[in-house]
């Protein structure tokens, strides 16, 4: 039975981020992926500078298209901020995710595909994972399988606590006239749909576009997919389309991140933006600061946990949680936040732009500002 001091389930961003930082550690890991690599994602591929800059390499390679500039446009308001380095920048994931696990084995951590975690033996000193190809045993074991996490199901995450939206992501090709229209901006229209947004991503040939809407109610996606393709982007020429659908955890889960010795990493975790659904940079986060807490534990799974807990507690925790505040604001009252907008949107987008670049997190009393500008703007 091969023996690996960290086994990861999951070679997404998350995953390849704890792997590629515990390989360069000369700890001895290996990732176990389940699809033949490399495999589809469903994703608008949109990686922020914040989440491009913690990569100790450079992704020139596989970038599709890099955006300067950003635009958020409503039904009574448009703005666009620009940065001097670029804010999004475009990636397919199977390219992408591909790519950030050659950087894995270059550092001597081992890659297993089509290699699907189907067991989960937690019950002595070491883990014994069963898979579809071979048994293996191990100390630590990072769950980094995305939002449907079998792994936090084996070890015993039971209630689901995370707030999962649904979202259509469609490839699509569309005439020479509109793709040199539509490829100029990245943009996020946040009344092409109830309770989220829609986006339009350029690639390097074709566009990914999408909707997400954390409405609680059931909603058409596909029908607010075709009028905000037809309606607000105008294309009535489609040359190929390829429908995708997956789930976004946009909170994180509230009965913890770690049991026994499985760390959970990623969507697994719930890490995902709440106000943008943006999920790969907090992966890539998340995946690293596990990497940090196992080293700097010694192998000491206690120790790591207690380690990872205080790191997480330091910036993305407190983050994410008042990102789900403003995403309550921000999408369950679309009248108030589009007077809002009108008055200080400018700011206010700019001010997200600097999240995305990692220059800024979002104010902790950031509530109590918006609160106060809400009342100020309703009895002035
Ligand atoms: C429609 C849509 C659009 C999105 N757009 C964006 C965007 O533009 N920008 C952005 O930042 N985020 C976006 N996101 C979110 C982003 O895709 C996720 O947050 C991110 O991929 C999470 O990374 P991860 O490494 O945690 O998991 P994943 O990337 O989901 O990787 C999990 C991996 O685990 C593997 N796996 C699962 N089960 C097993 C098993 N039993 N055994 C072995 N392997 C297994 C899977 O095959 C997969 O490769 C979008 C999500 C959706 C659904």
Excluded at 18 to 26: R, T
Aim: aromatic share 10%.
């Amino acid at each position: 039975m091969k023996y690996f001091d960290v086994v990861i389930v999951g070679s997404g961003p998350a995953g390849a981020a704890a792997a590629f930082k515990l390989a360069e550690k000369g700890i001895s890991v290996a990732v176990l992926e389940k699809e033949t690599l490399p495999r589809y994602k469903t994703c608008g591929g949109g990686f922020v500078y914040r989440g491009v800059k913690m990569l100790p390499f450079d992704i020139a390679e596989v970038a599709e298209r890099e955006f300067y500039k950003v635009d958020l446009v409503g039904d009574n308001f448009h703005f666009v901020t620009e940065r001097d380095q670029p804010v999004i920048t475009m990636v397919m994931r199977d390219t992408f995710d591909n790519f950030l696990v050659k950087k894995v084995t270059e550092k001597g951590g081992v890659v297993i595909d089509d290699c699907k975690l189907t067991g989960l033996d937690l019950n002595g000193e070491f883990a014994f994972l069963s898979t579809s190809k071979e048994e293996i045993k191990t100390r630590f074991v990072i769950a980094a399988d995305g939002a449907l996490s079998p792994t936090a199901k084996m070890a015993g995450w039971d209630k689901e606590t995370r707030l999962l939206i649904p979202a259509l992501e469609y490839e699509v090709k569309v005439s020479d006239a509109d793709f040199e229209r539509l490829s100029q901006s990245v943009r996020f229209d946040v009344d092409a749909i109830p309770g989220g947004y829609a986006w339009s991503f350029p690639k390097k040939n074709h566009l990914s576009i999408g909707v997400a809407s954390g409405k609680r109610t059931k909603i058409n996606l596909k029908h607010y997919y075709q009028e905000y393709l037809t309606k607000t982007l105008k294309i009535d020429n489609i040359i190929s389309e390829e429908q995708h659908g997956f789930q976004i955890p946009v909170s994180p889960r509230t009965d913890g991140f770690v049991k026994n010795s499985v760390f959970l990493v990623g969507d697994a975790a719930g890490f995902a933006d709440s106000v943008t659904a943006e999920g790969i940079s907090n992966s890539i986060y998340s995946g690293m600061l596990v990497a940090d807490a196992i080293a700097e534990s010694n192998l000491d799974v206690k120790k790591a946990e207690e380690i990872y807990m205080s790191k997480l507690e330091e910036r993305l925790l407190p983050e994410i949680k008042v990102g789900v505040l403003m995403a309550k604001f921000f999408y369950d009252q679309p009248k108030i936040r589009n007077l809002f907008m009108k008055k200080y949107g400018q700011g206010a987008f700019e001010a997200m732009t600097d999240v995305f670049m990692g220059k800024r997190s979002y104010p902790t009393d950031i509530m109590k500002t918006l609160k106060r500008r809400v009342k100020g703007m309703l009895f002035s």
